[in-house]
């Protein structure tokens, strides 16, 4: 799993590429947790485009991400998601606490 990250004001985009599973969960989880010692840091945007797999482990990163964000008044948007992993984030009910881009 690649991350690279760009800040734009309060807003991080997160540009993940490759396979958020149970291999690379951990590594994700800290890499964003480190982003979000930031306190400025409002709002997370996770630019999926690139990501070709996720199974729970990624789907818990992802959520995890949103409570620490939620707990501070931010938000956490989404954007890029593919077929696949669309239909993760419909069937957990996760569209309905993030934002899409």
């Not at 004001?9 to 800290?30: K, N, P």
């Not at 996720?54 to 077929?83: E, F, H, N, P, Q």
Request: aromatic share 4%; proline share 1%.
């Amino acid at each position: 799993m690649e991350i690279n990250a760009v800040r734009r004001g309060q807003r991080i985009i997160v540009r993940l590429m490759g396979e958020l599973d149970h291999h690379s969960a951990e590594h994700v989880r800290q890499s964003l947790d480190m982003i979000l010692t930031d306190v400025t840091v409002r709002e997370l945007q996770l630019d999926m485009t690139g990501v070709i797999f996720m199974d729970s482990a990624g789907l818990g990163v992802v959520l995890g991400r949103y409570r620490t964000l939620a707990a501070r008044g931010g938000k956490l948007i989404v954007s890029g998601v593919r077929t696949p992993i669309d239909r993760i984030f419909r069937m957990s009910g996760l569209y309905a606490l993030v934002e899409r881009a």
